[in-house]
């Protein structure tokens, strides 16, 4: 098998389990888990990284809530794009929906206030998505040839650019982000809740769920379970536009 081909071939595997990330991050967090004995208790660092995980949650939302139904899907069998979104956040960023894992990564990871943590979720997250992204490209060049190479030209992959910002070119659609995103919600919650637990038992060597996060867990799962519910009744019915 050609290099290439088989660069391919892991960033199909790849992008077919892409959402058992956060399980991999949380091996890392119970792999570091002699560090949280050093842990100082700090609200406002505290606050800061759930301000960055929920940064990445926006920007999912911000982006998928203006895509085109067929586009930026959450399929994991195969490829699936039925035209190419260059506006809105497309426009400044061609991978948005990644840029956003990463920040809920990078606000998860920053908890544990140690820097291996950091470092090791990071180079994880580099290691699956490059043959992620290098295996969509291959995908969106041969579907759109010369109109996404255009656009790839102007627009960094992971880096966000202002320049060239272009005005979404649909409404933003709430049923589109309600039936896309909930299960990215509850998975992020609940992770976060996780590393909370274990940063808790770490220092401690007790585990006492906090107010905050008890009704943080009951609020996502109320709303988890309404949206899974509705959308398996094929009551979140999308509509083109």
């Known amino acids: 098998m050609l290099l290439k081909d088989r660069f391919t071939h892991i960033g199909h595997f790849f992008f077919k389990y892409r959402s058992y990330l956060p399980l991999v991050m949380l091996l890392v967090f119970f792999e570091e888990r ?15 990284c759930i301000f960055v995980a929920l940064s990445g949650i926006v920007i999912r939302i911000l982006t998928l809530g203006f895509v085109h139904e067929g586009t930026s899907g959450r399929n994991t069998k195969t490829q699936k794009a039925a035209e190419l979104n260059t506006t809105g956040a497309y426009s400044i960023i061609r991978n948005p929906l990644y840029l956003g894992n990463y920040l809920i990564l990078l606000g998860m990871s920053l908890l ?6 950091v470092i090791f979720n990071t180079a994880i997250f580099v290691i699956i998505y490059i043959p992620i992204i290098f295996t969509e490209e291959s995908f969106l060049i041969e579907k759109f040839g010369e109109e996404y190479i255009r656009y790839a030209r102007t627009v960094n992959c992971m880096l966000p650019g202002f320049k ?7 409404e933003f ?57 509705l959308k398996r009744t094929n009551k979140l019915v999308l ?3």
């Open 34 to 48: 002699g560090h949280f004995l050093n842990i100082v208790d700090n609200i406002f660092y505290e606050m800061f």
């Open 112 to 117: 544990a206030q140690n820097h291996e943590v």
């Open 164 to 170: 060239n910002f272009r005005t979404p070119d649909k």
């Open 173 to 229: 659609n709430i049923k589109i982000v309600l039936k896309r995103e909930h299960d990215t919600w509850f998975a992020s919650v609940i992770s976060l809740v996780l590393v909370e637990l274990m940063r808790e038992y770490g220092s401690s060597g007790t585990i006492n769920l906090a107010p905050f996060w008890s009704s943080i867990i009951i609020g996502i799962g109320s709303v988890w379970v309404i949206l899974k519910y």
């Open 239 to 241: 509509k083109n536009g």
